[in-house]
């Protein structure tokens, strides 16, 4: 086994401190940058810490130490997506993240201050709002489907987003199953109904993803058409946030 090395042979400046999230404090101050309050790792204080974030729009940014070379990580989620990610080998540059990205500062804006930061696929279309980031979703997934060499696959996302009660909800596929959120954000609602397509030609509607079959047929539609017709009216359009019973 690969033995990693000793955080305070990697960072002695940062167990000088006591934690990072002290060392980010002290980085912080000297540059005149407010991040309010950054949070210690009570079981790992030199490789982990937080910085809340001042809108209800974004969760804290969790920072993290590289545990193979120095450097240091970001990972920020909102309304259960994750956003911004990145590395980098200088502290001042993730104080000077962490402080935009605790004042709600648009993501675009974010990446071209502080270079290091990478937005993720979904990032700016999660924060113009929930129907840009549906409307996203389905693009990434149709454009995915083209290119995964299963015509029946694809044949059912495209069905699928032909249907208006299906289109407004937050797609996704797990284990190839095309399933359906009435949330855009992580963990997802329960399932609004769940397709299939099988490698034999047959599509599958189901009421989630492990519940009963509604219906087995020849064509894409004709499976939309029953997981439709199972819906309870309709959802409406899928709403910004993680699904919270």
């Keep these: 086994m690969t033995t990693l090395p000793n955080p305070v042979d990697l960072y002695p400046d940062v167990a000088a401190m006591g934690s990072l999230a002290a060392a980010l404090r002290a980085v912080a101050a000297a540059k005149g940058l407010v991040l309010g309050q950054v949070i210690t790792h009570a079981e790992k204080p030199l490789q982990y810490a937080g910085v ?4 209800p729009l974004r969760n804290q940014l969790d920072i993290n130490a590289g545990s ?7 990972t920020g989620w909102g309304q259960g997506v ?12 993730v ?17 071209q201050a502080v270079p290091f930061v990478e937005l993720t696929r979904l990032a700016e279309a999660a924060e ?8 996203a979703q389905w693009q990434w997934l149709r454009e995915d489907a083209e290119q995964a060499n299963w015509p029946e696959h694809q044949a059912l996302v495209e069905a699928a987003h032909a249907e208006p009660r299906l289109r407004q909800l937050y797609p996704y596929t797990s284990h190839w199953s095309l399933r359906f959120s009435t949330t855009t954000g992580f963990p997802f609602s329960p399932d609004a109904v769940c397709l299939e397509a099988t490698l034999n030609g047959l599509f599958i509607a189901k009421t989630s993803f492990r519940g009963a079959v509604l219906g087995q047929t020849g064509t894409a539609e004709e499976a939309v058409s029953i997981a439709v017709g199972h819906l309870a009216g309709d959802p409406g359009p899928a709403t910004a946030g993680s699904y919270r019973p």
């Design 52 to 55: 809340t974030s001042a809108t």
């Design 68 to 74: 193979t070379r120095r450097c240091w990580g970001i």
């Design 82 to 93: 994750w956003m911004i990610g990145g590395s980098t080998q200088q502290l001042v540059d």
């Design 95 to 111: 104080a000077r993240a962490a402080q935009l990205w605790r004042e709600g500062i648009p993501l675009r804006d974010i990446r």
């Design 128 to 135: 113009q709002g929930p129907e840009q980031l549906v409307a």
